[in-house]
């Protein structure tokens, strides 16, 4: 069966400290890899998405992916966080069929 | 322009009764999901429309649920008998429905079964 863990469900980093948020999926064949952001009373948004080609991925607001196939993850990174990142980060895959499948969610909070 | 649209955005109702929950896509998207958010979960699949047909509709939970999308634009989400465990964030995505591509989610609708 396919499916998305993320296994960290809540991250607290203070702003300026580095992200990894990780990501590991379970596919059969082909798989195209997203992560979705959802700050506070706002609706899901794509960050950054991979199908193909060089496996590091940039997105918006400064975030970054890398798809690593033996390792069956795509971990979501960004250098240094801002108080505003403190958002809901989801991970999610899809295959032949053009559902996705999500992970759990990660909430991280930012300290100021 | 405008994103993809959702009413009601809350909607209470009792144990047994039906609801419909609405979507609007983006403009010229023939393609449009359905999902639906428990709390402390991810998005889980529902239902996917290509035009005016369900080309999958695997991840309906039973056959209480059922949606429409009449003339391949405005789709409705309809459940059924709705019972507590129904509560949860229906949410509505659409995408251009050319491939590889990405979805476009709206702001849900909160379904509160008492």
């Known amino acids: 069966a396919q499916s998305v863990s993320q296994h960290n469900h809540h991250v607290i980093l203070s702003e300026a400290a580095s992200l990894e948020l990780g990501c590991n999926y379970s596919y059969g064949g082909t798989v195209n890899l997203f992560w979705y952001v959802q700050y506070p009373g706002q609706h899901l948004q794509l960050l950054l998405k991979?199908?193909?080609?060089?496996?590091l991925v940039k997105g918006i607001k400064g975030f970054e992916a890398e798809f690593i196939k033996s390792k069956f993850s795509f971990n979501l990174r960004k250098p240094s966080v801002q108080w505003s990142d403190t958002a809901e980060y989801f991970c999610?895959?899809?295959?032949?069929?053009?559902?996705?499948?999500f992970g759990s969610g990660t909430q991280l909070t930012v300290l100021p | 322009g405008a994103g993809v649209s959702q009413t009601p955005s809350n909607k209470v109702t009792e144990k047994g009764k039906y609801v419909e929950l609405r979507c609007d896509p983006i403009?010229?998207?023939?393609?449009l999901y359905w999902y639906r958010q428990s709390l402390g979960q991810g998005p889980e699949f529902l239902i996917y429309f290509q035009g005016t047909g369900a080309a999958d509709d695997s991840g309906l939970p039973n056959d209480r649920f059922f949606a429409v999308r009449p003339e391949g634009s405005v789709s409705t989400l309809k459940i059924q008998r709705t019972e507590r465990g129904d509560s949860a964030v229906y949410l509505c995505?659409?995408?251009?429905?050319?491939?590889?591509?990405?979805?476009?989610f709206g702001p849900g609708t909160r379904l509160l079964v008492l």
């Open positions: 995505a659409s995408s251009r429905g050319q491939g590889l591509e990405t979805q476009y």
């Open positions: 403009s010229g998207h023939t393609a």
């Open positions: 999610a895959a899809s295959g032949s069929a053009r559902q996705l499948t």
């Open positions: 991979y199908f193909s080609g060089d496996p």
